[in-house]
């Protein structure tokens, strides 16, 4: 049964910094597309960041383009979110998403992805 655990969330002040992490288990190969997606209260589930297994460019949301970086560790069986320079938009419960599916480019919407981890809040203050 594939799980994906998030950790790494926090309150931090406008301008600091968080790194996410999602621990991925219970299945045999990787998954070809993995993503970070954030929801807000009142808010669609929105896509922040997507990446897939073959190298290429990772996607993000032009709200967080040049503050966050998408990464992932396969051996490790991890997904990475590296949040630099937060500001209150950015609060938000953000989750982590897996799909196993052969694409030629990673789905930016939440229905592109069929597992999903169950969360980790992100506070920012000013």
């Known amino acids: 049964q594939v799980q994906l655990v998030e950790s790494g969330g926090g309150s931090v002040q406008a301008g600091g910094s968080l790194r996410l992490s999602c621990a991925t288990f219970?299945?045999?190969?990787?998954?070809?597309?993995m993503g970070w997606f954030r929801q807000a209260p009142g808010k669609e589930r929105e896509g922040v960041a997507v990446i897939n297994d073959g190298g290429g460019s990772p996607y993000y949301a032009d709200s967080v383009k040049g503050r966050f970086t998408i990464s992932r560790d396969v051996a490790k069986n991890t997904l990475y979110l590296q949040m630099n320079s937060l500001i209150l938009e950015d609060t938000a419960m953000y989750y982590c998403a897996a799909d196993f599916n052969r694409v030629p480019y990673c789905g930016r919407s939440r229905s592109a992805y069929r597992f999903w981890g169950q969360g980790t809040q992100v506070t920012v203050s000013s």
């Open positions: 219970g299945y045999t190969w990787s998954p070809s597309c």
